[in-house]
């Protein structure tokens, strides 16, 4: 679970935690539809001078709205009455009242800095990719890994495949969907692509591959140098 907050000013991408409620997660949800409460509506009518600070979710299950506020007089309303399953929503708490006595949430461990361990990120991939596909593109730096594989991929906005999908993972490895993204236009894409081994031995051979200035990497078969079915990895590193 990704952690976003607002100080008033924008919103900041924070840390990813454990899922709250995880145990409530169906094995095969039937639908991703959102909750038919109108939130905006919903929490327009709050202004309450007695609230000091709000915490809402969705029941991962249900889709039942779940709130827990808190009031200027230190009691506290819930509706939900685990705490162990909902913990503290916020980051930095606000100043009163105390939230000390209550469970906060847990910070995923796996933080990866991709870059300074490429072999973690083939690694990742290897769980990642399904049987039999081989790689069109290659990027990853510090922060995120892009993969496009050679389709067919399918494309649930027409009757035929596409011929390449793409996934994007973040620092701790999580994709940004379950599903390939289908893409048709190939660009600078391998087809009929590399395996997985062939790109960890080129990136082996690659010059740069072990530079500890490292921080970016790509594969692909367009550019520079390149062979159009062969492809070559760019290695960038940092100036002195």
């Given at each position: 679970?990704r952690?976003?907050?607002?100080?008033?000013t924008?919103?900041?991408?924070?840390?990813?935690?454990?899922?709250?409620?995880?145990?409530?997660?169906?094995?095969?949800p039937?639908?991703?539809?959102?909750p038919s409460q109108?939130l905006?509506?919903?929490?327009?009518q709050?202004p309450?001078?007695?609230l000091r600070?709000?915490?809402a979710g969705v029941?991962?299950?249900?889709?039942q709205?779940?709130?827990?506020?808190?009031?200027?007089?230190?009691?506290?309303q819930?509706?939900?009455?685990?705490f162990d399953?909902?913990?503290?929503?916020?980051?930095t708490?606000?100043p009163e009242p105390a939230f000390a006595?209550q469970?906060?949430l847990?910070?995923?461990a796996?933080?990866?800095?991709?870059?300074?361990h490429?072999d973690e990120?083939f690694?990742?991939?290897?769980?990642q990719?399904?049987?039999?596909?081989?790689?069109a593109?290659?990027s990853?730096?510090?922060?995120?890994?892009?993969?496009?594989?050679?389709?067919?991929?399918?494309?649930?906005?027409?009757n035929?495949?596409?011929p390449?999908?793409d996934a994007?993972?973040?620092e701790y490895?999580v994709?940004?969907?379950?599903?390939?993204?289908?893409?048709d236009?190939?660009g600078t894409?391998c087809?009929?692509?590399?395996?997985l081994?062939e790109l960890?031995a080129l990136f082996a051979e690659a010059?740069n591959a072990?530079?500890s200035?490292l921080?970016?990497a790509?594969f692909?078969?367009r550019?520079?140098?390149?062979l159009p079915?062969?492809g070559?990895?760019?290695?960038?590193?940092?100036?002195?």
């Open positions: 679970m952690h976003f907050h607002c100080d008033g924008e919103v900041h991408k924070g840390a990813r935690y454990e899922r709250v409620m995880a145990r409530y997660i169906p094995a095969a039937a639908s991703n539809a959102a109108n905006f509506t919903w929490y327009a709050l309450d001078p007695a600070a709000l915490e029941h991962p299950g249900t889709q709205l779940l709130e827990r506020r808190w009031r200027t007089s230190g009691a506290m819930s509706t939900w009455p685990d399953e909902l913990p503290m929503l916020f980051r708490s606000p006595s469970p906060q847990k910070p995923l796996n933080l990866h800095n991709w870059i300074k490429p990120v690694a990742l991939l290897a769980t990719m399904p049987p039999g596909t081989a790689i593109e290659l990853f730096d510090d922060k995120s890994i892009q993969l496009r594989i050679v389709g067919p991929i399918r494309n649930p906005e027409r035929e495949p596409s390449f999908g994007t993972f973040d490895g994709r940004d969907t379950e599903w390939w993204y289908p893409r236009q190939a894409s087809s009929p692509g590399h395996s081994q960890t010059p072990k530079n200035r921080w970016s790509s692909s078969c550019g520079a140098g390149k079915d062969t070559g990895w760019d290695l960038r590193v940092t100036r002195m």
